[in-house]
């Protein structure tokens, strides 16, 4: 049973950092892209950033790039993302997913192609 569960969400003040953790399960990632997501009220849901479980090439979305690291430990079938210098604006619930794809294609369009997610992690950006 394929399963990912999100975790590391919380409450930071602007300028802080978390960092998320997708831990997968109950499939092999060598040929799977693995993605962040985010989504927040009222806002459709969109691709943060992805990384290829194969070679570890990444992809992120121009808001933030520069802040937002992704990085993937395959013997714990775990992948991160380090938020810095958070803003306000990344406020949302996050979600990890897990497809074959390129890791540009999974970032831009699996958000529109995917029903079902996990219960995500909410990260929270405020004074």
């Known amino acids: 049973q394929v399963q990912l569960v999100e975790s590391g969400g919380g409450l930071v003040q602007p300028g802080g950092s978390l960092t998320l953790s997708c831990t997968t399960s109950?499939?092999?990632?060598?040929?799977?892209?693995i993605g962040w997501f985010r989504q927040a009220p009222g806002q459709e849901r969109e691709g943060v950033s992805c990384?290829?479980?194969?070679?570890?090439?990444?992809f992120y979305a121009n808001s933030v790039r520069g802040r937002f690291t992704i990085s993937r430990d395959n013997a714990k079938n775990t992948v991160y993302l380090q938020m810095n210098s958070l803003k306000p604006e990344d406020t949302a619930v996050y979600y990890c997913?897990?497809?074959?794809?390129?890791?540009?294609?999974?970032?831009?369009?699996?958000?529109?192609?995917?029903?079902?997610w996990g219960q995500g992690t909410q990260v929270t950006v405020s004074s």
């Open positions: 990384i290829s479980m194969s070679d570890g090439s990444t």
């Open positions: 997913a897990a497809a074959q794809f390129t890791i540009q294609t999974m970032c831009a369009i699996f958000a529109e192609l995917n029903d079902r």
């Open positions: 109950g499939f092999s990632l060598d040929y799977y892209a």
